[in-house]
């Protein structure tokens, strides 16, 4: 990143370029992070007219900040330089850090919550989930500019896909996603240099700085400060962007704080801010969607980083209902050298021939809707300890997973299939592959890969068994409020990013409507 | 004199690994560092001598034909100390302290008792692999922020991409100025 001095869009300022030391702010709403759901609380309050503030711990980059360098835009655009794991590591968590959230680099695919998970939720006690859903669905859908996916943006790792599923007559299809001025460059994961994604920042962040809402970047908040069960304000410390290291303290006094972290961030800012728990619920319950990669090698050239990287999937296996014996989302999946590299098995002059495939290999990865949750535990600075570990039921779901991606591989004509099992196994055919089960997995075996942590503060009408409201009032703490991912009371088996930008618009609209 | 305070340590490779997770990788780092005599892992800037470690470590497992990028000619060690810099300073630490323990693990693993540095290419080679196929879920979780650093560092580097077909210039998707930069890079220019 340039060292040069940069101006910001109006009413956004970096917390390090400013002169006062600890730096003290006002505001009647501050909302702790600019993701999907932080930027869409930060959109609606301000084109109400509310006096909003969004304080956001990543920087702010333009498409031409977008350098396209591997090993440069992950350590600026992710969670912890791009190393978040689970404490045993065997699941690596990507996550965003920035202006936008991980709406920044995400493949913009775009769903609505399953009628199966919406049923499942009002059960638990969530409320408004009926027609008025729906609307907002439409509603920021309409804003986002979600669309089908047209067929000249399906690439050729897509297209394998597509065609292995059609071929054994498998669900699934191709998607919608949120993107305009899309050149299909192939670089979604790390940061898009044409600003071609309808994402947070363009759609919701630019537009609320325009109609008032201020912004402060490059501060982290670690405490929600509360006095007699009210919330007051939060508190924190500027970070350097260029060495990450803490700067001037900072203090914003606000009746009303929105957590909008993600759902690792939110409640580790909750604990952290020893708000108050009396069930101990604050950062349970958390969902994954773990996934493994499975590669298939073609005769012809993929060269799957071209293009648009997501587009199709599969949902053959994605049953939804409580007990499902088949559990697993296929999407197809590319990334660029650095990242293929590692998810390569081995190392040496093995691996390297196995790169030498690299344009023609296509890649399904396997996600697991998991029904077992982890936690999440606050850690030092951004850190934050995520305890999750799969067990046999749902590393059966991932041996399902591999086994079906390498069906469909092979069904579109794939040579060659590699599962990145520990030993590795290369297979020519599916007999190979067809008796993997969960007894020959474990940890690191397959490595996994998670994108969509979600739950931790969830909703739902009783204080006893829910953390917030069913519109993300926290049920102890006055002027608490939630807006992220954390919100969902189960993982919901897809893309997350729409029913999370729903939930911080019905939010919004609640704390506006009660008088904030 | 590693060799004699390591036994002290710990008769079985779990014994050692389990004292390893209960002082913290961090103090072990720094212990190993003072027994060495070398500078303590630091955030921010890896240390020649443990830049030694990672770039022993690069050779084997990057270790690939003919007509692919030389490791050592292409600034994959660079490359690779820049992506950890953007880390947490604490993980900064750790992964740096990893590297120490590296250096003296073959003590304690094999296959010879030397430093890591010190073995022979097909040495070190069978000591990664002892890493990667461990029964030690530390150890296996070690090696892959091990090899997610050394990949990133190489397989970044333009000189490394002509050998898979792989171009960001030639790319019609991108954009000026990313363009015009990534076509130096691949012409190896230096443009950062
Ligand atoms: C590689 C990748 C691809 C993805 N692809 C898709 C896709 O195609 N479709 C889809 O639906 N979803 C996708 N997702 C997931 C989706 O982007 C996320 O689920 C969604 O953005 C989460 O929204 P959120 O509001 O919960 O958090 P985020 O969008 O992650 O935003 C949280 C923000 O809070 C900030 N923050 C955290 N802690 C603090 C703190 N203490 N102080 C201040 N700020 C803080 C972070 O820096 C971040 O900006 C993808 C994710 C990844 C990583
Ligand atoms: S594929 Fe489209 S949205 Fe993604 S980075 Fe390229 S131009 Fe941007």
Redesign the pocket.
């Known amino acids: 990143m340039s060292t040069e001095p940069r101006s910001y869009p109006e009413g956004m300022t970096a917390a390090s370029s400013r002169a006062e030391v600890p730096i003290r702010m006002k505001a009647d709403v501050v909302v702790?992070?600019?993701?999907?759901?932080?930027g869409m609380v930060l959109h609606d309050l301000a084109l109400a007219g509310v006096d909003v503030l969004g304080?956001?711990?990543?920087g702010h980059f333009t498409p031409e900040e977008m350098t396209l360098q591997e090993e440069k835009m992950l350590p600026s655009l992710f969670?912890e330089g791009a190393s978040r794991a689970t404490v045993d590591m065997a699941i690596k968590v990507?996550?965003?850090?920035?202006?936008?959230?991980?709406?920044i680099?995400?493949?913009?695919?775009?769903?609505r919550l399953p009628q199966a998970i919406v049923t499942k939720w009002a059960r638990a006690g969530v409320e408004g989930l009926g027609p008025e859903l729906e609307r907002d669905f439409e509603a920021v859908e309409k804003l986002l500019n979600v669309h089908r996916i047209p067929d000249d943006r399906v690439n050729a790792n897509n297209e394998v896909l597509l065609r292995g599923i059609e071929s054994l007559g498998y669900e699934g299809g191709r998607l919608a996603y949120n993107r305009k001025l899309c050149k299909a460059s192939g670089f979604c994961?790390l940061g898009c240099p044409n600003d071609g994604k309808e994402n947070?920042t363009r759609r919701l962040i630019l537009p609320a700085l325009k109609n008032g809402a201020r912004v402060l970047i490059e501060?982290?908040?670690?405490r929600v400060l509360h006095e007699a069960n009210e919330v007051v304000g939060v508190a924190?410390r500027a970070v350097d962007p260029e060495t990450g290291a803490d700067g001037a303290p900072f203090e914003i006094r606000a009746p009303r704080v929105v957590l909008?972290?993600?759902?690792t961030?939110s409640a580790?800012?909750a604990i952290k801010s020893g708000v108050p728990d009396p069930y101990a619920l604050i950062g349970e319950r958390l969902h994954l969607h773990p996934g493994a990669f499975v590669m298939g090698v073609f005769d012809e050239p993929i060269e799957g980083w071209l293009g648009v990287p997501?587009s199709a999937e599969c949902t053959e296996f994605l049953d939804y209902s409580e007990g499902a014996s088949q559990r697993v989302w296929l999407v197809s999946g590319f990334t660029h050298p650095g990242a293929a590299a590692g998810l390569m098995p081995g190392f040496g002059p093995a691996h390297g021939a196995m790169m030498g495939l690299f344009p023609h290999v296509a890649a399904i990865i396997a996600m697991v809707h998991d029904h077992q949750s982890g936690r999440v535990r606050p850690g030092e600075g951004?850190r934050v300890h995520i305890h999750y570990q799969l067990d046999a039921d749902e590393l059966a779901q991932v041996a399902l997973g591999l086994r079906e991606a390498a069906r469909i591989l092979f069904a579109a004509g794939a040579r060659q299939v590699i599962l990145p099992t520990s030993p590795p196994r290369i297979a020519e055919d599916m007999s190979e592959v067809a008796e993997i089960s969960a007894g020959d997995l474990g940890p690191f075996n397959p490595p996994m890969v998670a994108?969509?942590?979600m739950s931790t503060m969830w909703m739902g009408s009783d204080p006893k068994t829910s953390v917030v409201d069913s519109f993300g009032a926290h049920h102890h703490l006055k002027g608490l409020v939630v807006a992220?991912?954390?919100l969902f009371p189960s993982s919901i088996g897809g893309?997350?990013?729409?029913p999370?930008y729903t939930m911080?618009r019905r939010v919004a609209r609640a704390m506006v409507e009660r008088g904030l | 004199m590693i060799g004699i305070w390591l036994k002290r340590w710990g008769r079985s490779p779990e014994e050692i690994s389990q004292k390893v997770q209960a002082l913290g990788l961090i103090r072990t780092g720094q212990l190993i560092s003072r027994l060495l005599g070398k500078s303590p892992p630091q955030a921010r800037e890896v240390a020649p001598w443990l830049q030694n470690i990672l770039e022993a470590a690069m050779e084997v497992m990057c270790a690939y034909d003919e007509g692919m990028a030389d490791v050592a000619e292409c600034g994959a060690l660079e490359a690779a100390c820049g992506f950890t810099t953007g880390m947490p300073h604490s993980t900064q630490e750790e992964f740096q302290s990893l590297l120490a323990v590296l250096e003296v693990a073959p003590y304690v693993f094999g296959p010879r008792r030397k430093r890591f540095t010190e073995l022979s290419s097909r040495d070190r080679e069978v000591h990664l692999q002892g890493w990667e196929r461990s029964m030690l879920a530390p150890r296996r979780g070690a090696f892959g922020a091990l090899k997610s650093v050394v990949m990133m560092g190489y397989w970044t580097r333009p000189e490394a991409f002509s050998s898979i077909g792989y171009s960001v210039a030639s790319n019609p998707g991108v954009p000026e100025p990313q363009q015009s930069q990534w076509k130096a890079r691949e012409e190896g220019h230096n443009v950062d």
């Open positions: 702790v992070g600019l993701g999907a759901g932080g304080v956001e711990m990543g969670c990507m996550q965003g850090k920035g202006v936008g959230g991980s709406t680099h995400n493949t913009n695919l775009c769903k994961e947070a501060a982290r908040v670690d924190g909008s972290a993600s759902a961030g580790a800012v997501q951004e994108v969509h942590p992220d991912g954390s893309p997350p990013q729409i999370i911080g």
